[in-house]
Nanobody, 124 residues
Framework: QVQLVESGGGLAQAGGSLRLSCAAS????????MAWFRRAPGKERAFVAT????????YYADSVKGRFTISRDNVKNAMYLQMNSLKPEDTAVYYC?????????????????WGQGTQVSVSS
């Protein structure tokens, strides 16, 4: 099975940028459809973005569309989330998830493997 480790979180000002990374080990990342989810304080974990393992199709939550970009590098066995135009409401713990299926999905229960999360805090 695959192990996932997120990095790149931190403190940013509103309007700024951060780039999150998700490094995979144990299995090649190309075998998985990948996604980013986040849990804001006092809220449930919520879908952010996903990228399929088959053709790289991507989907985004409406709240991040046009500001965030998900990508993957199967050679480096890593996935990324470029976050631009950050807002205070983007403050959350960000998690990467992996599933063996071909289809990119926003449903949390369909992802079998998770990282430990990385904190992103955006100040106004």
């Amino acid at each position: 099975q695959v192990q996932l480790v997120e990095s790149g979180g931190g403190l940013a000002q509103a309007g700024g940028s951060l780039r999150l990374s998700c490094a995979a080990s144990g299995r090649t990342l190309s075998a998985y459809t990948m996604a980013w989810f986040r849990r804001a304080p006092g809220k449930e974990r919520a879908f952010v973005a996903t990228i399929s393992r088959s053709d790289g199709t991507t989907y985004y939550a409406d709240s991040v569309k046009g500001r965030f970009t998900i990508s993957r590098d199967n050679v480096k066995n890593a996935m990324y989330l470029q976050m631009n135009s950050l807002k205070p409401e983007d403050t959350a713990v960000y998690y990467c998830g992996a599933r063996s299926g071909l289809r990119a999905t926003s449903q949390e229960y369909e992802y079998n493997y998770w990282g430990q999360g990385t904190q992103v805090s955006v100040s106004s």
